[in-house]
């Protein structure tokens, strides 16, 4: 099993980022999926989530109308677009496969001026 977010950077309050999240190893089509992010000495907070069927399920309240998650069951990959970005949204962005306890590396994402 092997996850793989990129797509992370600075960028500017209000701006926007679209991560990645390029998985193998396992039947990606037939699994839930979910972005979590993390601050330093913080817990890991999920984020996002959407069904196999690419059913958007969670939404943490801070990013509702901001943060949209999609998925490519050909491509197998997990999308988190993020739009009009908050410094408070810097983070260590994680990709999870919850069924399997599958993490990927991160990738960071600084809001800042």
């Known amino acids: 099993v092997h996850l793989v977010e990129s797509g992370g950077g600075l960028v500017q309050p209000g701006g926007s980022l679209r991560l990645s999240c390029a998985a193998s190893?396992?039947?990606?089509?037939?699994?839930?999926m979910r972005w979590y992010r993390q601050v330093p000495g913080n817990e890991r907070e999920l984020v996002k989530a959407i069904s196999s069927q690419g059913i958007d399920t969670y939404s943490e309240v801070s990013v509702e109308g901001r943060f949209a998650i999609s998925r490519d069951n050909v491509e197998n990959k997990v999308y988190l677009q993020m739009t009009d970005l908050k410094p408070e949204d810097t983070a260590t962005y994680y990709c999870?496969?919850?069924?399997?306890?599958?993490w990927g590396q991160g990738t960071q994402v600084t809001v800042s001026s």
């Open positions: 190893g396992f039947a990606f089509s037939s699994h839930t």
């Open positions: 999870n496969a919850p069924r399997l306890g599958a």
